[in-house]
């Protein structure tokens, strides 16, 4: 399909653990933004990437987190020395520019 | 803090009837209000969205309601019918924030057939 793809799906650890997300946003999409959606709730930002600009990573909540873009597509979201409360739906979404955000489907991370 | 108020927080309609959702935002600086719906294990999908220079947008059965001077908007999906049944998200952004967005909690719509 032509959407944004997530991977993987779903990702059960330890805590303590290192975790990588990957997000393979829609072919041609220069904008790329990962959210996340703890239980329940509503979709928290996290960073986001637009070109070639330096990202915007004003909604990371710690530096356990980070993330990368590399060559203007595939993201990878880090979580370092993964604790429980790490928990929840990471979803990643793309666009043109600054039109609609498409999302794709999450990866569902459990931290034991 | 919690910049976009959603409510209700859960919502119980028949087939037919026109469930409204609302949603009240802080900054006045936002410029771009989109509706999501998300159906269980799937990413959000946009619904409609509308900018502050209208006061009201229709696209097939959804409707959003904008009020400015209230800084409130609302969603109102007409003819609702069972396959309606997700939930729906509210969000917010400023263009110059890079329309990062900024969501309400989430309004699970259940349509009774």
């Known amino acids: 399909g032509a959407g944004v793809s997530q991977s993987p799906s779903n990702k059960v650890t330890e805590k303590g653990k290192d975790v990588e997300l990957r997000c393979d946003p829609i072919s041609g999409h220069t904008a790329l933004y990962w959210y996340r959606q703890s239980l329940g709730q509503g979709l928290e930002f996290l960073i986001y990437f637009q070109g070639n600009s330096a990202p915007d990573k004003s909604g990371l909540p710690s530096d356990r987190f980070s993330a990368e873009r590399t060559g203007g597509s595939v993201s990878t979201l880090t979580i370092q020395r993964t604790q429980q409360e790490d928990s929840a739906v990471y979803l990643c979404?793309?666009?043109?520019?600054?039109?609609?955000?498409?999302f794709g489907d999450g990866t569902r991370l459990s931290i034991l | 803090q919690q910049q976009v108020k959603q409510s209700p927080q859960s919502l119980i309609v028949q087939k037919g009837g026109i469930p409204i959702i609302n949603c009240a935002y802080e900054n006045t600086a936002f410029d771009y209000f989109p509706w999501y719906q998300q159906f269980p294990g799937k990413g959000p999908a946009l619904l409609i969205a509308i900018r502050p220079d209208v006061s009201e947008k229709k696209e097939g059965r959804f409707t959003i309601s904008f009020n400015k001077s209230a800084k409130q908007f609302s969603l109102h999906i007409m003819d609702s019918q069972p396959g309606d049944s997700a939930t729906y998200f509210c969000a917010a952004s400023k263009r110059e924030y890079g329309h990062k967005l900024v969501f309400g909690a989430g309004t699970i719509l259940r349509v009774k057939s």
């Open positions: 979404a793309s666009s043109l520019g600054r039109g609609p955000q498409h």
